[in-house]
């Protein structure tokens, strides 16, 4: 049964960069055709799609984030990666990794980043 | 991007009820449309994709329908497990863009 945790700095000050990680196990993130995806939900907001990484290396980012972002994989460990550089308090949220089969299948727990001095 | 638009934003109903969420899309986007429900603390649960195919395990008194830019969302009869928020999502290109939720809350 595929699983996802994300893991990650809790706490980031304003300016600096917010690096989580998401660890796949019951799978592997080297098969095709899925996406692996990045996705947060402000306090008491909506959904926002962060971005995605395929198989092949490709990556897909939300254009609100104005080039801040990078994900990244790393296939020896089964897991990928979010950074988001230049962090403000618009960016406290739970922060989820999810496969994109097309759709959102599989989820990780979530995790809260809260950026403040 | 494609916009998603909900409504309502939120609505009270009873146990039993039957309840109907709609969505539409800024543009067309043939039946790749996805219903997901969220409590509370939880990662958004998947129940709808493609519009109207039923994910594995979801009880069957859920229901989608709609194509194009039009979609719904019904409960046949609200159970006291479904009260939560829920999203539709366009996975029909990127930027992956949801609407803004449904709160079903209890009446």
């Known amino acids: 049964q595929l699983q996802l945790q994300e893991s990650g700095s809790g706490l980031v000050k304003p300016s600096q960069t917010l690096t989580l990680t998401c660890a796949v196990s019951g799978g592997s993130i080297n098969i095709s055709p899925f996406a692996w995806t990045w996705i947060r939900q402000p306090p008491g907001k909506g959904l926002e799609w962060i971005g995605n990484i395929y198989q092949s290396g490709s990556t897909f980012y939300n254009p609100s984030l104005r080039g801040r972002v990078t994900i990244s994989a790393d296939r020896s460990k089964n897991q990928f990666s979010l950074n988001l550089t230049s962090v403000t308090s618009a960016d406290t949220a739970v922060y989820y990794c999810?496969?994109?089969?097309?759709?959102?299948?599989?989820w990780g727990q979530g995790t809260k980043v809260t950026v403040s001095s | 991007d494609i916009q998603m638009t909900q409504s309502p934003s939120s609505l009270s109903a009873s146990v039993g009820d039957r309840v109907t969420i709609t969505c539409r899309a800024s543009q067309s986007i043939s039946i790749y449309l996805n219903w997901y429900q969220q409590k509370p603390g939880k990662a958004p649960k998947l129940l709808i994709y493609t519009a109207s195919s039923l994910q594995t395990g979801v009880p069957s008194r859920f229901s989608g329908s709609g194509s194009g830019t039009d979609f719904t969302l019904t409960i046949s009869s609200l159970q006291p497990e479904d009260f939560a928020t829920y999203y539709c999502q366009q996975s029909y290109n990127t930027p992956r863009t949801f609407g803004q939720g449904t709160k079903v809350e209890i009446k």
């Open positions: 999810a496969r994109d089969s097309v759709v959102f299948d599989v």
